[in-house]
């Protein structure tokens, strides 16, 4: 049964620093994906990761996937208050849509 | 471009009842997935359906069941509500079913009495 574990789970951070959240997963795959959550709010795609070694950027996010390792980072850089959010790695072993979700990092950005 | 739409938005119910839940895709998105969201549990895949055909369907029990028209709407049914059925209930869409973002919509909160 593939696992999905994020880490931290809660990061309070300071304006103006860089901090990173960790998905590591138990079964190899090469589809994973990052997505944000505002309270009471619905999920909002940030990255699709398809390939062994993958990087994207946006603003001030930046996320990697190594599929050897199991692993993706989500690297958050000079944070701002308006990260503040919760933020979910996802996987996709069997295809067909079928994500296995982390418990997701809730992020508090404070000046 | 409109975005994924659930309705409605809340709801509550008795346990012991059914509720139907509805979502229409982006336009041109064929695929459409259910996801339940709790604080315990987390996110958790329900369903998916492509095409009319469901593809993939999760470890939930057959209460919970779901189903797609040929204009790529879907409704999900929950008989025999339970009080642990409350949740945010989650669909969502994608023009393909693999490598591609899915688009969340806002969800339907259901709260059972």
């Known amino acids: 049964e593939l696992k999905v574990e994020q880490n931290p789970l809660f990061l309070s951070m300071q304006e103006g620093k860089n901090y990173t959240i960790y998905c590591n997963y138990s079964?190899?795959?090469?589809?994973l994906y990052w997505y944000r959550q505002d309270p009471g709010k619905s999920l909002e795609s940030l990255f699709v990761?398809?390939?062994?070694?993958a990087v994207k950027q946006e603003g001030r996010l930046m996320a990697s996937l190594d599929t050897k390792a199991r692993l993706s980072t989500l690297h958050i850089t000079a944070a701002v208050h308006d990260l503040s959010a919760t933020y979910f790695c996802?996987?996709?072993?069997?295809?067909?849509?079928?994500?296995?979700f982390g418990a997701g990092t809730i992020l508090r950005v404070k000046s | 471009k409109a975005g994924v739409t659930q309705t409605p938005r809340y709801l509550i119910k008795t346990r012991g009842q059914q509720v139907t839940l509805s979502c229409s895709p982006i336009?041109?998105?064929?695929?459409v997935s259910w996801y339940q969201q709790t604080p315990g549990q987390g996110l958790q895949f329900l369903f998916e359906?492509?095409?009319?055909?469901?593809?993939n369907k999760g470890n939930f029990p057959g209460r919970f069941s779901g189903r797609q028209f040929s204009n790529s709407r879907s409704e999900m049914n929950v008989s025999t509500l339970e009080l642990g059925d409350s949740a945010l209930y989650l669909c969502?869409?994608?023009?393909?079913?693999?490598?591609?973002?899915?688009?969340f919509g806002n969800g339907t909160r259901l709260t059972v009495t």
């Open positions: 969502a869409s994608s023009f393909k079913t693999d490598n591609s973002p899915l688009h």
């Open positions: 359906y492509f095409s009319e055909t469901q593809r």
């Open positions: 336009s041109g998105h064929r695929s």
């Open positions: 996802a996987v996709d072993i069997l295809g067909g849509n079928k994500l296995v």
């Open positions: 990761l398809l390939s062994n070694g």
């Open positions: 079964t190899t795959s090469d589809r």
